[in-house]
RNA sequence: GGUAAUAUGGCCAAGUGGUAAGGCAACGGUCUGCAAAACCGUGAUCGCCGGUUCGACUCCGGUUAUUACCUCCA
């Protein structure tokens, strides 16, 4: 029984899908203006790893997202360089590909760009228009939200004060152009002919921001969709209004469960791109060399919490993920040494961490507890490879657990491939005789020598291991 | 101003009524030819004040600090 937090009710309730084994999962996805930052790729991994949980729990997870490719910052920035909107989005587009690949983020069952909807988009705008929740209003479209009961109720948020603060801060054109202030674009004209911009019944123009995500989900998915995730900066406005346009337009519930993840923080601060405090992905990646950490500095933080970011946590993420590493590398050395026998002990220990994982992760993910389970078997691990005796099939077991568990943190390849030369053969047979003739000060010299060559040699009660440096 | 969230050992971080998981770091020890890896052991009364209770980190009230949202934002 999985019980996960929704931001519409404020408190964890149990999960109960829609169609029985099937899960409709839209997840917002970033506005390609710039290289994805670290907060972005939180939010990705975040949902990755709630996707693959629900996967390993044995649903078939269809996840959506989406790219929003036409938007204010998109078109400033083509006009800033001189190039076309769609040039942007691609460039940037690809890039989120690129970047979020090394970080093992699973791509969407189907990812959408705005562009590609916009036939939808108006059909849903009209749709708004003919039930009166949405009028045109100089080429605008803007939607009616206090017609909508229960506008604002994801983000607690009072519509009188809503209404004061919206008055305020909008100048006399749109407070002309809305019949209340905070009304909300679902269309906005082109004011210009240089942007891009659509054909519609209400001329040229392009989608507001909110629209697209409302018409992916109803195209892609349902009308009632089991999950929407995304940044929890997102809930107002963002997802007040995708909730008042779907449900305005279908009369249904639009999603069962809300889930936003919390932020990445540098020196508490919130990192944003509008706060310019922001390391991207992309350079992350240039520089730091292992990127399974950044996924685990990522993965293990429970969602709704903040991650601060630094050198330091990185750092400390790093070592646990080693640690986790030698485990498994030290475990599966020790398989070559292993019999043929069941230890019936260690497999009922493995079986209770793999459990004690479940219950961590059914409880909204809880990912602290579920590594607390991890690092059981890891410890499980380091003691059983001091075993005169290895039970190989168990120890397989354990072995395989490990690296199921931390698949569903996407971190992976525990054990990296390892390619001797053939110098590098031969001087670990001659240490290996070296210490069996007592030469330890040749044996020591030739551990030297390799550790220069990169490998790192180790003995241990099965003989002598190594690994790559 | 409004609405929320957070505050646990040096650091990260679980824990929602019965005397505080886990990881990292530190220190001591064991194993080892030496090392490495590993193992064992050692530390906090939970921002502050008050209340409820036989008993509170856990509930209630207040207070302080930090952060977020209130139409750029994952």
Same mark, same amino acid.
């Given at each position: 029984?999985?019980?996960?937090?929704?931001?519409?009710?404020?408190?964890?309730?149990?999960?109960?899908?829609?169609?029985?084994?099937?899960?409709?999962?839209?997840?917002?996805?970033?506005?390609?203006?710039?290289?994805?930052?670290?907060?972005?790729?939180?939010?990705?991994?975040?949902?990755?790893?709630?996707?693959?949980?629900?996967?390993?729990?044995?649903?078939?997870?269809?996840?959506?997202?989406?790219?929003?490719?036409?938007?204010?910052?998109?078109?400033?920035?083509?006009?800033? @360089?001189?190039?076309?909107?769609?040039?942007?989005?691609?460039?940037?587009?690809?890039?989120?590909?690129?970047?979020?690949?090394?970080?093992?983020?699973?791509?969407?069952?189907?990812?959408?760009?705005?562009? @590609?909807?916009?036939?939808?988009?108006?059909?849903?705008?009209?749709?708004?228009?003919?039930?009166?929740?949405?009028?045109?209003?100089?080429?605008?479209?803007?939607?009616?939200?206090?017609?909508?009961?229960?506008?604002?109720?994801?983000?607690?948020?009072?519509?009188?004060?809503?209404?004061?603060?919206?008055?305020?801060?909008?100048?006399?054109?749109?407070?002309?152009?809305?019949?209340?202030?905070?009304?909300?674009?679902?269309?906005?004209?082109?004011?210009?002919?240089?942007?891009?911009?659509?054909?519609?019944?209400?001329?040229?123009?392009?989608?507001?921001?909110?629209?697209?995500?409302?018409?992916?989900?109803?195209?892609?998915?349902?009308?009632?969709?089991?999950?929407?995730?995304?940044?929890?900066?997102?809930?107002?406005?963002?997802?007040?209004?995708?909730?008042?346009?779907?449900?305005?337009?279908?009369?249904?519930?639009?999603?069962?469960?809300?889930?936003?993840?919390?932020?990445?923080?540098?020196?508490?601060?919130?990192?944003?791109?509008?706060?310019?405090?922001?390391?991207?992905?992309?350079?992350?990646?240039?520089?730091?060399?292992?990127?399974?950490?950044?996924?685990?500095?990522?993965?293990?933080?429970?969602?709704?919490?903040?991650?601060?970011?630094?050198?330091?946590?990185?750092?400390?993420?790093?070592?646990?993920?080693?640690?986790?590493?030698?485990?498994?590398?030290?475990?599966?050395?020790?398989?070559?040494?292993?019999?043929?026998?069941?230890?019936?002990?260690?497999?009922?220990?493995?079986?209770?961490?793999?459990?004690?994982?479940?219950?961590?992760?059914?409880?909204?993910?809880?990912?602290?507890?579920?590594?607390?389970?991890?690092?059981?078997?890891?410890?499980?691990?380091?003691?059983?490879?001091?075993?005169?005796?290895?039970?190989?099939?168990?120890?397989?077991?354990?072995?395989?657990?490990?690296?199921?568990?931390?698949?569903?943190?996407?971190?992976?390849?525990?054990?990296?491939?390892?390619?001797?030369?053939?110098?590098?053969?031969?001087?670990?047979?001659?240490?290996?005789?070296?210490?069996?003739?007592?030469?330890?000060?040749?044996?020591?010299?030739?551990?030297?020598?390799?550790?220069?060559?990169?490998?790192?040699?180790?003995?241990?009660?099965?003989?002598?291991?190594?690994?790559?440096?």
């Amino acid at each position: 029984m999985i019980r996960i937090y929704n931001t519409l009710t404020r408190q964890k309730e149990v999960f109960q899908s829609i169609t029985a084994g099937e899960i409709n999962m839209y997840v917002c996805g970033p506005t390609v203006y710039n290289y994805i930052h670290i907060g972005n790729a939180r939010s990705a991994v975040a949902f990755d790893v709630v996707r693959r949980y629900l996967e390993y729990k044995g649903y078939n997870v269809r996840y959506v997202s989406n790219f929003t490719d036409v938007d204010d910052k998109i078109i400033k920035r083509a006009q800033d @360089e001189g190039v076309s909107e769609i040039e942007i989005a691609n460039k940037y587009a690809t890039a989120f590909n690129d970047d979020t690949l090394p970080l093992n983020i699973k791509p969407a069952t189907i990812r959408s760009r705005a562009t @590609e909807v916009i036939p939808d988009i108006i059909t849903f705008v009209s749709d708004l228009i003919d039930k009166g929740y949405a009028y045109e209003s100089d080429g605008d479209v803007y939607f009616r939200a206090k017609k909508f009961e229960g506008y604002g109720i994801l983000a607690h948020q009072d519509l009188s004060e809503m209404e004061k603060n919206a008055a305020g801060r909008l100048d006399d054109v749109e407070l002309k152009r809305k019949e209340d202030p905070i009304d909300f674009a679902v269309w906005k004209a082109s004011r210009n002919t240089t942007e891009i911009s659509w054909q519609s019944p209400w001329g040229m123009g392009r989608p507001g921001w909110h629209i697209e995500c409302s018409v992916m989900a109803q195209k892609y998915l349902a009308d009632t969709i089991d999950i929407h995730g995304g940044g929890i900066d997102l809930a107002f406005p963002h997802h007040t209004n995708e909730i008042a346009q779907s449900e305005a337009r279908t009369g249904a519930k639009f999603v069962n469960y809300w889930m936003h993840n919390g932020f990445v923080n540098v020196n508490n601060i919130k990192m944003s791109k509008s706060l310019g405090n922001f390391t991207t992905i992309h350079d992350l990646l240039t520089i730091y060399p292992d990127p399974m950490a950044i996924r685990y500095l990522l993965a293990t933080t429970q969602y709704r919490h903040p991650i601060n970011y630094n050198d330091d946590t990185l750092k400390q993420a790093q070592v646990e993920l080693d640690r986790i590493r030698t485990a498994y590398r030290n475990l599966y050395f020790s398989l070559n040494s292993g019999k043929e026998f069941t230890d019936e002990k260690l497999e009922l220990q493995v079986k209770k961490y793999v459990q004690d994982f479940e219950i961590a992760m059914d409880d909204d993910f809880n990912t602290q507890n579920a590594l607390a389970a991890i690092f059981g078997l890891v410890s499980l691990a380091n003691d059983y490879v001091d075993h005169n005796d290895i039970a190989k099939k168990s120890a397989q077991k354990l072995a395989d657990k490990l690296a199921k568990l931390m698949s569903i943190f996407g971190v992976k390849e525990l054990l990296e491939e390892q390619v001797l030369t053939a110098q590098q053969t031969q001087l670990l047979s001659d240490r290996v005789e070296a210490r069996k003739n007592h030469d330890f000060e040749l044996a020591d010299h030739i551990r030297n020598e390799l550790n220069q060559l990169g490998i790192i040699v180790e003995d241990s009660p099965q003989g002598q291991r190594w690994h790559n440096k």
